[in-house]
């Protein structure tokens, strides 16, 4: 499979509460972004951290990425039900311009 | 210009037929994507234009999947003889060009259509 992997593959949380989703990858790569799809929708970007870079914050998401692992996390704190979406990792390898995306993580924060 | 369009946003065809997909980028953006998502899997790349040169089409991309960006600006996925295997939300995105590939995050990041969700029945 071209694609990278994402745990858990869903997660459901209180609202307040803390989602943490992981993402591993295969190859060397230039930047790791992160993406937010809700149903049946496009995807919006939410965040990029380059291969230099080991953790980087936006709002209520920290991003942290570990290149000798070949993975990353995304944090989002204080969860709201409005998070409720599924989110995907996306790298693209040196050398190329494609995106490769993760196989996703649907969360669901409860209300 | 406001965002990525896509056109039409639902089609339903029987199998065999032709389709055809239109996405209108960002006009600055001279990189445009192709992508197909199934249900509950993450977007598949499919094939990839820098202007009105394709310089990437993944194996995913049959001999029936053609897609074109002729004047660099719009881009258009045909599927012919569709299957039922097709069905799938097709995704658009387009991207600028920076003077380098790192330099500031907006030049790296993917503005995504809201997708044309195809069903073969």
């Known amino acids: 499979s071209q694609q990278g992997e994402e745990d858990p593959q869903a997660l459901s949380i209180q609202e307040g509460e803390n989602a943490t989703m992981n993402c591993s990858y295969k190859?060397?790569?230039?930047?790791l972004q992160w993406y937010r799809q809700n149903s049946g929708r496009g995807l919006v970007h939410l965040i990029l951290i380059r291969s230099n870079e080991r953790e980087k914050h936006s709002g209520r998401l920290r991003v942290t990425l570990d290149t000798s692992k070949k993975s990353s996390s995304l944090l989002i704190t204080a969860s709201r039900a409005a998070d409720t979406a599924s989110y995907f990792c996306a790298t693209d390898a040196l050398g190329t311009y494609k995106y490769i995306f993760g196989t996703g993580t649907r969360l669901k924060v409860l209300a | 210009d406001t965002g990525v369009s896509q056109d039409p946003r639902h089609k339903i065809t029987k199998r065999g037929q032709n389709v055809t997909f239109r996405c209108d980028p960002i006009s600055e953006h001279n990189r445009l994507y192709w992508y197909r998502q199934t249900l509950g899997q993450g977007p598949e790349f499919l094939t990839y234009f820098q202007n009105e040169a394709q310089l990437e089409k993944s194996r995913l991309l049959s001999d029936r999947f053609s897609a074109e960006r002729p004047k660099g600006s719009f881009s258009t996925l045909e599927i012919q003889r569709t299957e039922q295997g097709d069905s799938a939300m097709y995704l658009c995105?387009?991207?600028?060009?920076?003077?380098?590939?790192?330099?500031?995050?907006?030049?790296?990041?993917?503005?995504f259509g809201a997708g044309s969700r195809l069903t073969v029945l």
């Open positions: 995105a387009s991207r600028a060009i920076g003077r380098r590939r790192d330099r500031g995050s907006g030049a790296n990041v993917l503005t």
């Open positions: 190859t060397s790569i230039n930047n």
